[in-house]
Structures are given as structure tokens and as C-alpha cells.
């Protein structure tokens, strides 16, 4: 569970800001998954809240996809539904899966995270990368099948 998660990875040490989703991790749209961070890590435990950013790399640049702020520091961890708003663009009908290299960033929720990213000296730790796997929905296709067919039938029998 997430309480166990949370205080596993608090007992990692300093080494570790952080400990899911690692960056061999794929998440999938329509999955529910863990951030989990080590809520002791020194730049964090001074924190009452911390907020996590996520961001895709667009021409050498970070692009914000999703936020989840003023979280509880000492929770140690957050419950994530992965949907389409994780995406910058959407698919387009017949298109094919699409894998995405997200990077997410973990800071106090006082901070500003463009000013730290752009900081080459900030204290805290560089963004993470794991990958975001947006499946075409096939049943999409189904539905608007049976509805075209559906309201171009012959219903002089309904």
C-alpha cells in the first residue's frame, strides 16, 4: 500500500529523493500508479508541502504536461491516475501507440520550478524520466461504427 511504500522509502537515505516510478517504469493511459518520494530527503523534510511537475522535452526545452501540488510532504506519496491530459497532442483517429519520455520534478511547494530548472546550481535534484504509453482506443472505432450504422439504417421495422 502507499503508507508502506512512503515509509520504505524514507529508510533509503539520502541517495534517494525518490523511489517510484523508476525511470525502467512504463505507465499506461487508464492506470492508476504511485509517486512515491522519500519524505525524509533533506530538501524536502523542511517542506510542510511538496509539489510534483511533469514535463516532456520539446526542442532541448522542458513543456509542463501535468501538475499535482501542495501535497503533504510526510505522506511520502501520491495515488496518480495516468489519462490523456499527460499528453501534449492528442492521437488522431488510425493512429499508432504513442510513447512518451515524461520527466517529473519534485520540489517544496514554495518553489518556482522554471526558476529551478533553469538554476544549474539549484540544491535540488534534476528531474527523473520514466515513460507514458498512450494506447489508441480501438473502442472508440466500435462506437462510432455501430452509431453510423445505426443511424443510417432502414428502420421503417424499429
Known amino acids: ?4 511504500e512512503a515509509e520504505d522509502c524514507s529508510k533509503q537515505g539520502n541517495g534517494y ?3 517510484l516510478p523508476l525511470t525502467t517504469d512504463t505507465w499506461t493511459n487508464g492506470s ?3 509517486f512515491i518520494w522519500n519524505f525524509n530527503y533533506p530538501y524536502y523534510v523542511t517542506s510542510p508541502n511538496i509539489s510534483i511537475y511533469l514535463y516532456n522535452i520539446v526542442k532541448y526545452a522542458y513543456v509542463s504536461t501535468k ?3 501542495n501535497l503533504n510532504t510526510s505522506l511520502g506519496g501520491v495515488e496518480v ?3 490523456d491530459s499527460w499528453f501534449l497532442d ?3 483517429p ?3 501507440n504513442q510513447t512518451v519520455t515524461t520527466y517529473f520534478y519534485i520540489l517544496p511547494s514554495s518553489m518556482d520550478p522554471y526558476t529551478e530548472l533553469a538554476n544549474s546550481n539549484s540544491m535540488y535534484p534534476r528531474p527523473f524520466n520514466f515513460s507514458v504509453l498512450r494506447k489508441y482506443r480501438v473502442i472508440y472505432m466500435a462506437v462510432y461504427a455501430y452509431l453510423y450504422i445505426y443511424n443510417f439504417r432502414d428502420c421503417s421495422t424499429c
Open 94 to 96: 488510425g493512429s499508432q
Open 81 to 83: 491516475a495516468v489519462d
Open 17 to 19: 529523493p525518490y523511489c
Open 90 to 92: 492528442s492521437l488522431s
Open 1 to 4: 500500500d502507499l503508507a508502506t
Open 67 to 69: 501538475n499535482y501540488t
Open 32 to 34: 492508476t500508479h504511485d
